[in-house]
């Protein structure tokens, strides 16, 4: 059974930053390219950051500097590290894996608010 568990969302101020956590099982973790989509309400999710399998990342042009993407294969996780945020960066956090199918995880929201 495959799972995805991201974690390390929550509130936190503009101009600050956050970790998230995309925790893997049931998968050949190092075999698949790894993303981070956010969705913002009444908004289509989008991409905001990938990783392939060759750790070959790429950036929405929005994060771009702010934001760094990373995985441990070892520990089957891929990371966000969220710098310098802004109210625009508030959205549920998705991280996904694919290699020919594509597994979601359930999402943790991260609220940028005075």
């Known amino acids: 059974q495959v799972q995805l568990v991201e974690s390390g969302g929550g509130l936190v101020q503009p101009g600050g930053s956050l970790r998230l956590s995309c925790a893997a099982s049931?998968?050949?973790?190092?075999?698949?390219?790894m993303g981070w989509y956010r969705q913002a309400p009444g908004k289509q999710r989008e991409p905001v950051a990938t990783?392939?399998?060759?750790?070959?990342?790429n950036y929405a042009d929005s994060v771009k500097g702010r934001f760094t993407i990373s995985r441990d294969n070892a520990k089957k996780t891929v990371y966000l590290h969220m710098s310098s945020l802004k109210s625009e960066d508030t959205a549920v956090y998705y991280c996904?894996?694919?290699?020919?199918?594509?597994?979601w995880g359930q999402g943790t929201q991260v609220t940028v608010s005075s």
């Open positions: 049931g998968i050949i973790f190092s075999a698949f390219n």
């Open positions: 990783i392939t399998a060759g750790s070959i990342t």
């Open positions: 996904k894996a694919e290699w020919g199918v594509n597994y």
